[in-house]
C-alpha cells in the first residue's frame, strides 16, 4: 500500500503528509493518554465516579434488556413461589405445548429460571426476610472469579459491604459482598476473589476459626488453624459472623484437603464451596438491620 | 450530521454487542474481545487519530459498564487504535490471515500491558486467567468475521475510510 502511495504522490509528499500525521496523531494520544491516567490516578474522586455513573447510561438498556430477557414478571415470580413445588402436584408439562424444538428449549429454560427463583424466594422467606433479590447482570469473563455486577443499586436499598448468598441445587451459600453501589446496579466481590477474606467456622468436633481466601480459581482456602486441628476432609465450613455484617451460620464450602502453611506454622485447607460461581444467575442481598 | 451519528452509533453498536458477546457466550475459558478487534479494524482503516479516539471512548464506554477501573481499557484502547493506525501502511489489511495475525499480536501486546497494569494498581497476587490466555487466540480466530461485519456496517452508512 506504501508502494502504491508513493508512486501515485510522489515520496516528498507522503513522506510530509505521514510526518504530519504521525505528529497530530501523537499529539492527539497523548491528550488521551494523559486523561485516562488521570483517571486511574483519582479514581476514588467524585468526578470520577460521577463520570462512570454517566458513561452508564449508554450500556444501561442492554442490561436492562437482558436482565428483561430471562426475568419473569415480579408478580408471576411471586405467586410462582406462592404456589406447592412439590413434584407430585406440579402440573406436568403438556406434549402438546411442544410444537417447536425452539419452544421446547424456553420451556426449559424457563423452568431452571423459575426453580431459581422459588429457591431464592423460599430462602428469603425461611432465613432473610429483608434480603433483597437480584440476578446477575454482567460478567468481566477476564474477571471470572473475582466479580459479578447485579440489577439492583441504591435506590432498592443496596448498601456497601453487604453479604451476597445464593441458593443452588437446594443448598444455601455465601458469595460473596457488595464492594461497590451505584443507582440501579451493584458490584459483588466473589470470596473466589484472592483478594477476598472471610472469616469462618469448622462445624463439627474441629470447631475452629479461620479465614477463607480466594484463589482466583473454583476452589477456597481456609487459614491459620491450629497445627493439632482435629480437622477432617469433608467438614463443613461456615461463616464465623465476627465482623458487624456478614451473619453467622452461612455455608461456605467443605474440606477437600488439607496441609500445612508453606511456613509450616498452621494448617490450611482447600475447600470445595457449596456455590458454584459460573452458574450464578440470581442472588440474595442480605441488608444489614439498621439498628 | 450523518457522519456525527455514524459515530455515535457504532460506538453504542460496539459496546452493547460486546456486553452480549460477554453476557451468552463469555465463560471462564472463553473471552472474545469483540470491541478490541474494532478498534483494531478502525485504526487499519481510518489511521492514527481515528484509532485512537475509537479506542479511547470504546475504552471508557467498556471500563464504565464492567468491572475494572474507569481508564484502563481507554488508555490501552487508545494505544492500540495509535499503533495499528502507524502501522497500517506495512500491512494489506484486506488478506484474512494479515487480520488475523496481526489481531493476534496486538491482543498478546494488549493482554500483556492489561496484567501488568493491573499488578501496579491492585495490591495482592492475581493469578492469571484462563480466559486471558485464550482470549488472542479467539480474538484472532474471528478477526475476519468482524472485519467483514465492520466493512458491511461502513457500507450501509456509506461511509468510507478515509484513506489517502
Not at chain 2, 459515530?7 to 473471552?31: E, K, P, R
Not at chain 2, 495499528?84 to 500491512?91: D, I
Request: charged share 15%.
Amino acid at each position: 500500500m506504501f508502494a502504491k502511495v508513493l508512486v501515485a504522490g510522489g515520496s516528498g509528499v507522503v513522506m510530509d503528509w505521514e510526518t504530519n500525521e504521525r505528529t497530530h496523531a501523537s499529539a492527539v494520544v497523548a491528550a488521551l493518554v494523559l486523561i485516562c491516567l488521570s483517571f486511574l490516578f483519582f479514581k476514588n474522586s467524585s468526578f470520577v465516579k460521577q463520570l462512570r455513573s454517566m458513561l452508564q447510561l449508554a450500556s444501561r438498556p442492554t442490561h436492562q434488556i437482558l436482565s428483561d430477557f430471562y426475568t419473569p414478571p415480579e408478580s408471576e415470580a411471586v405467586s410462582a413461589a406462592q404456589r406447592t413445588s412439590s413434584p407430585e402436584t406440579a402440573e406436568p408439562a403438556s406434549p402438546a405445548w411442544v410444537t417447536t424444538i425452539e419452544s421446547h428449549r424456553a420451556v426449559v429454560q424457563l423452568q431452571h429460571e423459575n426453580q431459581r427463583l422459588r429457591e431464592v424466594l423460599g430462602l428469603r422467606a425461611a432465613r432473610w426476610p429483608k434480603g433483597i433479590a437480584a440476578h446477575v447482570t454482567g460478567r468481566d469473563p477476564q474477571r471470572w472469579f473475582q466479580e459479578i455486577v447485579i440489577d439492583r443499586g441504591r435506590q432498592d436499598g443496596v448498601v456497601l459491604e453487604s453479604p451476597v448468598v445464593a441458593v443452588l441445587d437446594g443448598r444455601e451459600g455465601f458469595v460473596g459482598r457488595v464492594v461497590e453501589v451505584m443507582e440501579r446496579t451493584s458490584k459483588v466481590a466473589l470470596i473466589q476473589d484472592s483478594l477476598s477474606a472471610v472469616a469462618a467456622r469448622l462445624v463439627g468436633s474441629a470447631a475452629e476459626d479461620g479465614v477463607v481466601e480466594g484463589g482466583n480459581s473454583h476452589e477456597l482456602i481456609l487459614k491459620y488453624l491450629d497445627r493439632n486441628s482435629p480437622i477432617k476432609i469433608g467438614d463443613a465450613v461456615v461463616t464465623a459472623g465476627l465482623g458487624a455484617m456478614i451473619p453467622p451460620e452461612i455455608p461456605i464450602g467443605w474440606v477437600v484437603d488439607i496441609s500445612l502453611d508453606p511456613r509450616q506454622l498452621f494448617l490450611q485447607a482447600r475447600l470445595r464451596p457449596v456455590i458454584a460461581t459460573n452458574r450464578l444467575s440470581v442472588v440474595l442481598i442480605l441488608v444489614p438491620n439498621p439498628s | 450530521m450523518k457522519p456525527f451519528l455514524f459515530y455515535v452509533s457504532t460506538l453504542l453498536l460496539g459496546l452493547w454487542l460486546q456486553i452480549v458477546v460477554n453476557h451468552f457466550f463469555g465463560g471462564s475459558w472463553f473471552s472474545l474481545q469483540i470491541m478490541l478487534v474494532s478498534v483494531i479494524y478502525w485504526g487499519l482503516m481510518r489511521g492514527p487519530v481515528s484509532g485512537a479516539m475509537i479506542g479511547f471512548s470504546w475504552g471508557l464506554l467498556i471500563d464504565s459498564s464492567s468491572l475494572g477501573f474507569l481508564g484502563l481499557h481507554g488508555l490501552l484502547w487508545t494505544l492500540v487504535g495509535f499503533a495499528t493506525g502507524v502501522l497500517r501502511r506495512q500491512l494489506d489489511e484486506s488478506k484474512p490471515w494479515t487480520q488475523t495475525i496481526f489481531t493476534f499480536v496486538m491482543s498478546i501486546a494488549y493482554s500483556l500491558s492489561l496484567l501488568a497494569i493491573e499488578r501496579l494498581l491492585i495490591a495482592g497476587d492475581r493469578s492469571i486467567q484462563l480466559a486471558s490466555i485464550l482470549e488472542p487466540l479467539w480474538n484472532a480466530l474471528l478477526a475476519p468475521f468482524v472485519f467483514v461485519g465492520l466493512h458491511a456496517w461502513e457500507r450501509l452508512w456509506e461511509m468510507r475510510p478515509e484513506r489517502r
